[in-house]
């Protein structure tokens, strides 16, 4: 392995270690209680070095769901076939694989997680501005003008409001197996939406009931 391959991985290392230890401590005491010199001093850094790997405190939980930033722009940069078919084939991959990011599981320690992102305030306006990046990322693959910012806006709060809603109810103490169905038909239903009502290069026809 080469010098630079092995400390990007040291250094991916040092973000997952101190960032699992930061959110340990929000889920026991509370993301307001807990001072950045808290996590440094559990982490065993320094301050000014746990700043140089996280710029802001929310940073420490955001990191957990940083991969899937730009995940959208992704998918359609990589598939064959139109922008919503693709996106909508991957939101239903998820909600059978229970990913967390559709908001269908029901593990305890992602329930925790989530209840920690969606009750603290400053997590959810940071959370916001990586729905602007991924939003913004995904935009520019459509082609990066109205249009395109129009319908990358639409598919975002999409998924962004159908993941809420399986959040909403696991959190109410639904079981997934019970959720399951209606996500999936709630994912069909608005992704038949999309493809009905964005602009024409980014539209495709309503999956039939018999697909996928």
């Not at 916001?128 to 935009?139: G, K, V």
């Not at 996500?183 to 038949?192: L, M, Q």
């Amino acid at each position: 392995m080469s010098e630079i391959g092995l400390r990007e991985r040291k250094k991916q290392r040092m973000y997952q270690v101190v960032s699992d230890i930061a959110i340990g401590l929000f889920l026991e005491k509370g993301f307001d209680a807990v001072s950045v010199a808290e996590v440094a001093a559990a982490a065993e850094i320094s301050k000014p070095t746990l700043f140089r790997y996280f710029p802001a405190k929310e940073d420490l939980v955001l990191h957990r769901i940083a991969d899937h930033e730009g995940e959208a722009a992704r998918v359609v940069t990589e598939a064959e076939g139109e922008p919503v078919a693709a996106l909508r084939r991957h939101f239903l991959e998820g909600l059978e694989r229970c990913d967390p990011v559709t908001g269908l599981n029901d593990d305890p320690r992602v329930l925790a997680f989530h209840r920690l992102l969606y009750g603290t305030p400053s997590l959810v306006a940071r959370a916001h501005t990586h729905q602007e990046r991924s939003e913004a990322a995904l935009a520019e693959v459509l082609g990066g003008d109205l249009d395109a910012r129009l319908a990358a806006g639409q598919i975002m709060a999409v998924q962004r409001i159908l993941a809420m809603e399986n959040w909403r109810r696991i959190a109410a103490g639904e079981r997934v197996a019970d959720v399951r169905a209606d996500a999936v038909a709630a994912a069909e239903r608005a992704f038949g939406w999309l493809a009905a009502g964005l602009p024409p290069r980014v539209r495709v026809d309503r999956p039939s009931s018999d697909t996928e």
